[in-house]
């Protein structure tokens, strides 16, 4: 019943004018998806989901319960119980979970994790990197490898960061912070507490070279 129930609303999109692509698409029944949207084989859209006219959900997404704006396209992803504005770029093997919401023109690229933050219009995070509980102003970078530790093992804290702010790779954002606009947050740096705005923060520990004293450390080597 299911399965009849799948075909007759991918059907039903076709006639709407949703171009579905291969074979392999399944649309829930509470789904909207508005014409002009693209699905590409396999893709998986469940619950109260609104896939809107010019977006585009790519092959291997699974998007659940979840607004997906016009313009945006959506790789190889997960989006639960989000929202996405138009004119962004999801994925590939990004995971946007609950409550989050993503600004217009947005880069969210591979192996991103965003979970319960907001993330106002032409943000980029553009590989390996984990935001949560976190509010992000617009037309902030945040460079690959960088972690917004929420979570102290007992409590889960907030971090803001506010517009036009730079941090680079490699760092640690240890919540409760607070970034303040135009900061520039240096590679391999960690933050704990307050930035002012327009600052440049560099915390780094400066190599010690012992000469001689690696040989025979590396028991392959």
């Not at 896939?51 to 997404?61: K, Y």
């Not at 699974?62 to 996405?84: F, L, N, P, Q, W």
């Amino acid at each position: 019943m299911k399965k009849l129930n799948a075909r007759a609303k991918l059907g039903s999109l076709k006639r709407k004018g949703v171009k579905i692509v291969g074979r392999d698409v399944f649309v829930d029944g509470e789904a909207v998806v508005e014409r002009g949207a693209t699905l590409y084989s396999p893709c998986t859209i469940v619950g109260k989901s609104h896939i809107c006219a010019g977006a585009q959900v790519l092959p291997n997404t699974y998007i659940r319960s979840s607004h997906i704006g016009g313009g945006t396209s959506v790789s190889a992803s997960t989006v639960s119980d989000s929202r996405i504005c138009g004119d962004c770029t999801i994925g590939p093997y990004a995971h946007i979970r609950q409550d989050s919401f993503i600004g217009e023109g947005c880069r969210i690229g591979d192996f991103v994790e965003i979970k319960n933050s907001m993330l106002g219009e032409g943000c980029k995070a553009a590989h390996l990197s984990y935001i949560g509980d976190a509010s992000v102003g617009k037309r902030v970078n945040v460079g690959c490898g960088v972690v917004f530790a929420n979570f102290d093992g007992k409590v889960k804290r907030g971090t803001i960061v506010e517009d036009n702010c730079f941090i680079g790779c490699n760092c640690n954002i240890v919540a409760p912070s607070h970034i303040g606009r135009g900061a520039y947050i240096a590679a391999a740096t960690t933050v704990c507490g307050e930035v002012p705005p327009a600052a440049l923060c560099i915390g780094r520990v400066r190599p010690k070279m012992l000469e001689g004293r690696g040989a025979g450390r590396y028991i392959d080597g």
